[in-house]
């Protein structure tokens, strides 16, 4: 039975036919799966679970909520892994979609491979103001004084952080944005040595090869959603990249 492992779809009302894509491949794909993983930035940006009781607000992520309940109904398994623009997903939206939320990193075994998976954001270490930015709006704290906010307030939020993130990125070098080797070791040698660290946050797709401490392991980076994606598929212990056409 297969498992996919699919990152960075950055759904949005701004882009319909990304959701209507990814819709349509739940359908067609995952609806035989045996499990899916979805490594985090799986909306462009989530402000709290109680957008979905909003009349106008939710209308965009409930046929996302739906397809994927039904998924899990049908005995799919699910899983969710937070990315930087969706960490405030919680359990209400786990409980209405049916799946189950993951730690970041998590292990998992896939036949005699063991794969550890991550959202990636956590490797970039070199980009310290977003490490600080992350500690700050990972803490509870900062989460229990953000979702006080009313959801008008909090849009407003994300758009301002949204806007001063994208101003950051033109002035940042892209070797900053990307993960930082010492710490990918440092975490691989953590969790003993992983044949497979699969995680997605940089969009540029690919498999590495790390020799380090007399082991080899691989980095597989999965890449964003637009015109095509490139997604993880696994059965048994078979594992591939592939890239989904998404505008056929
Ligand atoms: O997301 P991406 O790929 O563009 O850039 C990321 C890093 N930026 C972020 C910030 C998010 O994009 C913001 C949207 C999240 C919405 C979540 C819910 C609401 C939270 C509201 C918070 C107030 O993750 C970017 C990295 C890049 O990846 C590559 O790894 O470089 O990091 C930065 O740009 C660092 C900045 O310091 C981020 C700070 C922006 C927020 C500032 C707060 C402004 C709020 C105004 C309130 C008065
Ligand atoms: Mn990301």
Known sequence: MTTWIISDLHLSAQRPAVTQAFLHWLKAEVAHAEALYILGDFFEVWVGDDVLKDPRQGAE????????RQLSDSGVKLYFMHGNRDFLIGDDFANASGLQLLADPTLIKMGNKRILLSHGDALCTDDTAY???????R???????FLAQPLA??????EQARSQSAQNKVMQSIDIMDVNQSAVEQLLNEFEYPEVLLHGHTHRPGIHT??????????????????TAVVCRMDDDRIELVTLQLNP
Do not use: T
């Open 61 to 68: 992520f409930l046929p996302v909520v739906q397809a994927l």
């Open 131 to 137: 490490q600080q930015f992350r500690s700050q709006v």
């Open 139 to 145: 803490s509870p704290q900062w989460q229990h004084a």
């Open 153 to 158: 307030e909090r849009i407003v939020f994300a």
């Open 210 to 227: 790390i020799l380090f401490d007399g082991h080899k392991c691989e980095r597989w980076v999965l890449g964003d959603w637009h015109d």
